[in-house]
């Protein structure tokens, strides 16, 4: 069964991020990403980044997974 942990994990080790979470419940996740690298790019391709990290992992294990993209910058206006 793959897990919101396991998920986390593979992105924060693919790419470098400020702030990661994942929720979900086994077949369905939500992934906040904060990243630098996000900066000067589309939502698509921050999206396609993300999933870069996962890999063969979306095509087999992963059925549904919403992903919410930030820089650094965007992530810290939003919370203030």
Not at 57 to 66: K, T
């Amino acid at each position: 069964m793959v897990t919101p942990e396991s998920i986390e994990h593979n992105i924060g080790q693919g790419m470098s991020t400020t702030h990661l979470n994942v929720d979900g419940d086994g077949r369905h996740f939500e992934a906040v990403v904060v990243s630098g690298e996000f900066a000067g790019m589309s939502r698509v391709q921050r999206h396609q980044r993300v999933y870069q990290t996962l890999g063969e992992r979306m095509r087999e294990e992963v059925h549904a997974l919403s992903i919410k993209t930030f820089t650094p910058q965007e992530w810290e206006s939003r919370h203030k």
